[in-house]
C-alpha cells in the first residue's frame, strides 16, 4: 500500500523560506515520478512542481518558478520542496503525490494528508 507522509510546513513570514518534505514507502520508490500540488483557501487543489522517477526532469507552475525546487533522493525513498522568497499567497496546504503506474510523468494518484503552509505579509 501506498504512503505517502508531509512534514516541514508551517508559519513563516513573507520573503523566507521552508522546505517540505515527503516519506514514501509501499513499492520501489524510484521508478515513480512525485509532485506537489497544494489547496488554498476557497480553490481548488492546484499543480506546484513535479519530478521524474530518475530525477532527470522536472516542472514548475509558473508562479513558483525560480523561488521553488523540488527534489528527491531515491535512496531515502524522500522527495522534498524548498521554497525560498515565499508570498502570502503561497499559503496553502501542500501535498505530495505520486503516480499510479511506474515510468509516466502525470495522472497523480496517490496523496498524502498534506501539511499548512502560511505565509504572513
Known amino acids: 500500500q501506498v504512503q505517502l507522509v508531509e512534514s516541514g510546513g508551517g508559519l513563516v513570514q513573507a520573503g523566507g523560506s521552508l522546505r517540505l518534505s515527503c516519506a514514501a514507502s509501499g513499492r520501489t520508490f524510484s521508478n515513480y515520478a512525485m509532485g506537489w500540488f497544494r489547496q488554498a483557501p476557497g480553490k481548488g487543489r492546484a499543480f506546484v512542481a513535479k519530478i521524474s522517477w530518475n530525477d532527470g526532469n522536472t516542472a514548475y507552475v509558473d508562479s513558483v518558478k525560480g523561488r521553488f525546487t523540488i527534489s528527491r533522493d531515491n535512496a531515502k525513498n524522500m522527495v522534498y520542496l524548498q521554497m525560498n522568497s515565499l508570498k502570502a499567497e503561497d499559503t496553502a496546504v501542500y501535498y505530495c503525490?505520486?503516480?499510479?503506474?511506474?515510468?509516466?510523468?502525470?495522472?497523480?494518484?496517490?496523496w498524502g494528508q498534506g501539511t499548512q503552509v502560511t505565509v504572513s505579509s
Open positions: 503525490a505520486t503516480t499510479k503506474r511506474p515510468f509516466v510523468f502525470d495522472t497523480y494518484e496517490y
